[in-house]
């Protein structure tokens, strides 16, 4: 009997809003109390009505009333917080804002235990028994709480919607099919989910089929992932071991090299040292001859002087002269040894090129590739800096800002004489070799120009079909000229339409064998798209068509 009373103090000086004891309790003239915060923040969202109403009883009030505390509530509350209050029983259980509530509850509403389709209406544990104690209840459909009860009742008719219009699609009572559903291919809502019911089982077995069988590909994707990371740890690992005995090599070379050199130059010094201590000696002899000779020069007897005279003036064999000439000593070793640099930087970058295509030619075969970018912000993804190669530039072109830049002059350049060089042709390639996917652009001013693709072994000279770009099937290009496009493979000119732009970008798939080239300004315009199979790897190129002060620049993309 204690404990009711503990709990009807709870209810009774709790706030019915906020569900909380009551703070700065007022009282409306309806009798009901509530938090001074609580009543304000309610009225305020009706201020923009006339008349203002009690949560609880609905009694309106014209003009909102002006409340004050009430200080014997404020009291009692105080003194009950000071004692303590018991929790409500699980049984006692009030609906909050996220609840659904018991339709038949007065006042402050318990939260409801099941909600039933037929009546429609929600109800708590002691508003619901008479569903599961009154015969005709009992056959009532009782669900889990809904809000939603409300959506199976019919607009129109305001009857429960028990049919289902499969001409319609949708739930209907059963007065709609007297009037406009008339005709209808109708069914009960519980045949209709029936059927659906079946579609659902076969939906989520499907599901569950297909989540099993992404489990396996998810297994083995790790899997690959294990196998990867332990495929290039040990190639990273047997590559560290083969460098350090190729530098171990040359490390073994370049000491061969400086005992040949410091042992040839303690020859060298010996044999000059001793030509030189030959040398000292005769001088030494020399003066001392000259010296007797002028002692005898000086004597006064004429007999001495006859005698003495054959045995001085005879001369013993002398060091034959040297010739003095320019000496090179070493500079030729140097020569050498850089000679054997150059040679080694020549085939580590041929090698390097198809080391790099083997690496990048790894590839784990998923079912879903990357698309080719649609914005220009999915192109720069996969922009890459393209610097040209002065050992390929023809020699009438002039390479600048940073070797990105390519002129055609009047006057040959001063460029060393090279293998690479393009001899027929005004254009050049780039240094890097491109694999993977790339993107780059070209810009141009004057005249026109090739915005092209070539293999590393593109024909460098003869006549102009035997190495201009697309001319030989080694080489794809874009002829930018005029203000119209034509793609050459092959000596194969196709006509290519799309928007007129002194800017072209290129895009680069090496492994789909994908190579586009779009007109760039404001936006991005497709003008062409080769599809194929790359067999090495791809070097960029451009090439000047036919007026002095023409240039081809790659941009630097950010």
């Known amino acids: 009997m204690a404990q009711k009373g503990a709990q009807l103090d ?38 923009e009505k006339e008349t203002h109403s009690c949560p609880q009883c609905r009694q309106t009030f014209t003009p909102r009333p002006v409340l004050l505390k009430n200080t014997m509530l404020a009291v009692l509350v105080d003194e009950l917080k000071k004692i303590g209050l018991p929790a409500a029983p699980a ?14 509850c007065m006042g ?14 929600s109800y708590c544990k002691k508003h619901l028994q008479p569903h599961y104690d009154a015969a005709p209840l009992s056959k009532h459909k009782l669900v889990e709480p809904s809000k939603k009860l409300h959506e199976n009742i019919c607009s129109q008719h305001d009857e429960v919607m028990k049919i289902f219009c499969r001409t319609d699609q949708k739930c209907i009572c059963y007065l709609c099919t007297m009037d406009q559903h008339k ?18 089982e076969v939906s989520q077995q499907n599901i569950q089929q297909r989540i099993q069988d992404r489990e396996k590909d998810v297994k083995l994707l790790q899997q690959e992932v294990q196998n990867i990371n332990r495929s290039a740890d040990r190639t990273v690992e047997d590559g560290e071991k083969i460098f350090s005995e190729l530098i171990r090599l040359l490390e073994k070379r370049s000491s061969e090299v400086k005992q040949q050199v410091r042992s040839q130059q303690d020859a060298q010094v010996s044999r000059v040292k001793e030509l030189e201590e030959k040398l000292q000696q005769e001088i030494e002899e020399l003066k ?8 005898l020069s000086h004597t006064e007897d004429h007999n001495q002087f006859l005698h003495s005279y054959p045995s001085l003036s005879a001369l013993s064999e002398s060091t034959s002269s040297m010739e003095i000439r320019p000496l090179r000593y070493f500079e030729d070793v140097t020569a050498a040894v850089s000679e054997v640099r150059d040679k080694l930087q020549d085939v580590l970058r041929e090698e390097w090129t198809k080391l790099s295509l083997t690496v990048t030619e790894v590839d ?19 922009s890459c800096e393209i610097t040209l190669d002065p050992n390929t530039a023809h020699t009438w072109l002039l390479l600048s800002e940073g070797n990105r830049k390519a002129t055609l002059m009047s ?27 790339c993107y780059w652009e070209v810009e141009w001013r004057e005249g026109g120009v090739f915005v092209a693709v070539s293999y590393k072994d593109n024909s460098r000279g003869g006549r102009f079909y035997d190495s201009g770009f697309g001319c030989i099937d080694k080489s794809w290009s874009l002829r930018c000229l005029n203000n119209n496009y034509t793609l050459y493979h092959n000596n194969i000119l196709t006509p290519v339409s799309g928007p007129w732009s002194s800017r072209v970008g290129v895009y680069l798939d090496h492994r789909a064998g994908i190579l586009s080239f779009y007109s760039v300004s404001d936006t991005m315009t497709l003008l062409h798209r080769v599809q194929t199979t790359f067999t090495q790897p791809l070097y960029a190129g451009v090439r000047l068509v036919y007026s002095v002060g023409d240039t081809a620049e790659f941009c630097k993309l950010k």
């Open 10 to 47: 709870r209810e009774v000086f709790s706030c019915p809003i906020c569900l909380d004891l009551l703070k700065d309790p007022v009282t409306t003239s309806c009798g009901h109390s509530y938090c001074m915060n609580c009543i304000k923040s309610f009225w305020d969202e009706e201020d």
């Open 91 to 104: 049984d006692l259980c009030y609906a909050g804002a996220e609840d659904v509530a018991c339709d038949v």
């Open 108 to 121: 402050r509403k318990l939260k409801a235990l099941k909600s039933c389709l037929t009546c429609p209406a």
């Open 183 to 200: 005709g209808h291919d109708t069914v009960t809502a519980a045949a209709e989910r029936a059927e659906k019911q079946k579609e659902l």
């Open 288 to 295: 001392k001859k000259d010296a007797e000779l002028k002692k």
């Open 364 to 382: 784990v075969l998923l079912s879903d590739s990357p698309a080719e970018p649609t914005t220009r912000a999915g192109f720069l993804k996969y």
């Open 411 to 437: 006057n040959q350049q001063s460029y060393p004489s090279h293998p690479d060089r393009f001899t027929a042709c005004f254009q050049v390639l780039s240094r890097e070799s491109l694999t993977g996917r």
